[in-house]
């Protein structure tokens, strides 16, 4: 499957944003598909994931309650929906997609496809 993220772009902290990201195809039966972020320096970072076929979505603890992650199966896109914006949200943002067991959705190395990636940057 190919992925493809957009919606980046620089905000104010406060702000919200919607991240985009369609998929070559139907997704949803056989991928999981996830979002991760990634600041220069360090590993990429998981945000949410929406499981295949159940959809139940997961958190990373320090988006829980602003971030929601969404999919719309008609369109094969998925959305990163960011509220209350900090600095520390700022990074490159990617859509990715696994067919790895639940325990291991939030492992970047259990993903195989890859969008390339949307920079959000929230200034101060």
């Known amino acids: 499957v190919q992925l493809q993220a957009s919606g980046g772009g620089l905000v104010q902290a406060g702000d919200s944003l919607r991240l985009s990201c369609v998929a070559s195809e139907r997704p949803f039966t056989r991928y999981t598909m996830g979002w991760f972020r990634q600041v220069p320096g360090k590993e990429r970072e998981f945000v949410c994931a929406?499981?295949?076929?159940?959809?139940?979505?997961f958190y990373a603890d320090s988006v829980k309650g602003r971030f929601t992650c969404s999919k719309d199966s008609a369109k094969n896109m998925v959305y990163l929906q960011m509220s209350s914006l900090k600095p520390e949200d700022t990074a490159v943002y990617y859509c990715?997609?696994?067919?790895?067991?639940?325990?291991?959705?939030?492992?970047?190395?259990?993903?195989?496809?890859w969008g390339q990636g949307t920079q959000v940057t929230v200034s101060s």
């Open positions: 929406i499981f295949r076929g159940s959809g139940t979505t």
């Open positions: 990715a997609a696994t067919r790895t067991v639940l325990s291991g959705i939030r492992f970047q190395d259990n993903y195989n496809y």
